[in-house]
């Protein structure tokens, strides 16, 4: 073991305690899996009612790893059965299969909201979305743009609270087992010895309360007319955003479509067509009146 | 091969065609001019630019392409909206599942 900290028992996931598996057997594993989540808030004590405990066990199969919610103070502290909902098997145990499991946990299970596929960004009084598909450079312009001062709320997933429209951070470990120009990511703190390979920590911190979305940008790397921005009408910029939202489980379209409709009634957006990190990163900039 | 009909002639009653929404769409405007129809059922959209958001407010089952195509026109005084262009679009619309034509 190195000399980092004991990794915290509790992250908080937007309105979720989630209590981790300590993994006695593999500390490894488990200091992996805080410095994944090191970005949410940390306890050793929850201060909230909604605490999901998380158990992992291992099958002739694989290992699983199961969720139940329970009232802090009542837990029996047992990780070899915490519940219902073992998922399915997956194998070998690594923290980053862990993290990914604990956070779609998370947000099937987080209450009114609505999820963007995509990188939130603070732009001065606004919020600004980098929704596309996976591939299309979410990571790399939210790392793109962090380094040029902008806070970000997370560069994968975006959850809009369905009565205050208002988005929150949801700031996971950033994912850079692709391809990302050097400066970025050496613009980027320092992973500690115990991260997963392919990922950094957060670079944080997040707006606590960070301001309504204002801005979709579409990020398009291929393709014809390069350096074209393309003005997005409300109704593209909605319809983008509900195609872009994740459809958890009690996902319900006609609710999902008329939030989003009053969320894009005050946004701009534009579709950004760049092949290159620099030509996309200035372009965005220039849209979003930060050139 | 023989041409294709142009569009209007494909509309079930050319110009007099009389269009509606299909059950279960709906029409959701915004401040600047476009639009998006929006199946529940099928659980899609499309966003419309300023010219078919218009002409999809016509989709009501009594106004006719001829009437629309009036209508449009005057709403876009100075630029010619071809008539053979919103009857492809009724078209497109009809074949998503999205609108019905001449109905009754």
């Known amino acids: 073991m190195t000399g980092s900290p004991r990794p915290l028992h509790l992250r908080r996931i937007l309105d979720l305690w989630v209590r981790l598996p300590s993994l006695p057997e593999r500390p490894e594993v488990a200091l992996g899996l805080d410095h994944l989540l090191s970005g949410f808030e940390g306890s050793h004590e929850p201060s909230g009612r909604r605490v999901l405990q998380v158990g992992v066990r291992e099958r002739p199969e694989g290992w699983q790893v199961g969720f139940r919610e329970t009232h802090p103070g009542a837990g029996d502290g047992r990780e070899e059965d915490p519940g219902v909902a073992w998922s399915a098997s997956f194998t070998p145990l690594r923290a980053s299969e862990l993290e990914h499991r604990i956070v779609a946990e998370a947000l099937e299970r987080a209450a009114g909201r609505l999820f963007i596929h995509g990188a939130g960004i603070v732009v001065g009084g606004g919020t600004w979305v980098v929704s596309g598909p996976s591939g299309s450079g979410k990571t790399t312009l939210a790392m793109g743009l962090w380094s040029r001062g902008l806070s970000i709320l997370g560069d994968d997933v975006c959850p809009i609270d369905a009565v205050s429209l208002r988005p929150e951070a949801l700031p996971r470990a950033l994912h850079t087992d692709g391809t990302y120009p050097p400066e970025l990511l050496n613009a980027l703190p ?5 991260m997963p390979e392919g990922h950094r920590p957060f670079p944080g911190p997040a707006p606590m309360e960070p301001p309504l979305l204002a801005g979709l940008i579409v990020p398009v790397i291929d393709g014809p007319e390069e350096g074209a921005i393309e003005p997005l009408s409300q109704a593209e910029v909605v319809h983008h955003l509900v195609r872009q939202l994740i459809r958890t489980e009690g996902f319900d379209f006609p609710h999902a479509v008329r939030t989003m409709a009053q969320v894009g009634r005050t946004m701009t957006g534009a579709r950004v067509r760049a092949s290159t990190v620099d030509g996309m990163l200035s372009r965005v900039l220039q849209v979003m009146g930060r050139a | 091969m023989p041409d ?5 002639e494909r509309l079930p009653a050319g110009r007099s065609t009389v269009f509606e929404l299909a059950p279960g769409v709906r029409l959701e405007p915004f401040p600047d001019g476009s639009a998006l129809l929006l199946s529940e059922e099928s659980e899609e ?7 078919g958001a218009l002409l ?3 989709a009501d089952g009594t106004h006719s392409l001829d009437d629309a195509h009036r209508e449009v026109q005057g ?8 008539i053979q262009v919103l009857a492809e679009f009724l078209l497109e619309l009809a074949d998503r599942g999205l609108l019905l034509l001449n109905p009754r």
């Open chain 1, 190 to 194: 320092a992973p500690p010895p115990e």
């Open chain 2, 45 to 51: 959209s499309l966003s419309l630019n300023l010219t």
């Open chain 2, 4 to 8: 294709e009909p142009a569009p209007i």
């Open chain 2, 56 to 58: 999809c407010t016509f």
């Open chain 2, 75 to 82: 709403a876009f005084q100075g630029s010619e909206v071809a």
